[in-house]
């Protein structure tokens, strides 16, 4: 990371994202949507892999308004599970890349795949909605597990929709 910004880039070059500032948090998921997008990502044709080895999709989640596309944004297409659903896996149609989850409803983050961030990447902090994780997975103990969502998370969240109201 270099002036308080982090770079995300797709896997040909094409597709370069910028986040300005401190990301709200680093956490790796395991709901049955985001390993389901997940395979769904890595099933195109040359995709590189999005998910862990365990099941789980790591993410750097950001505020929305400090997300900025630096080039390729013609490249950008929105991948849904559901039709209805207003999660997007965002695709880097150049090389299928995974570049990040967003959303079309009024949510104000966006969560950044780990797999495409340029430069030193945030540890994960903490793992998310666990009890869908792949029974073959290991539980390991290093940083705390949340078979949901836990407060500590929510409150994050909060926390960085208010300083988007506040600044």
């Not at 990371?1 to 956490?27: E, H, K, Y």
Request: one cysteine or more; proline letters at 8%; a positive charge.
């Amino acid at each position: 990371m270099s002036n308080n910004n982090t770079m995300a880039q797709c896997a040909c070059g094409r597709v370069v994202l910028r986040m300005r500032g401190a990301p709200i948090t680093s956490i790796a998921c395991y709901c049955d949507d985001c390993q389901t997008g997940g395979q769904k990502i890595e099933a195109l044709p040359n995709a590189s892999p999005v998910k862990g080895p365990d099941g789980g999709t790591s993410y750097l989640v950001y505020r929305k308004d400090r997300l900025d596309c630096l080039s390729g944004e013609e490249h950008l297409q929105s991948l849904k599970i559901k039709p209805e659903s207003p999660t997007n896996r965002v695709v880097a149609t150049c090389c299928n890349s995974g570049m990040y989850l967003g959303f079309d409803d009024s949510k104000h983050w966006v969560d950044i795949y780990h797999t495409r961030i340029q430069g030193p990447v945030p540890p994960v902090q903490l793992r998310i909605c666990t009890r869908y994780k792949p029974l073959s997975a290991e539980n390991p103990t290093d940083i705390p597990s949340y078979p949901g969502y836990p407060f500590k998370f929510i409150v994050r969240l909060l926390a960085a929709r208010i300083a988007m109201w506040l600044y």
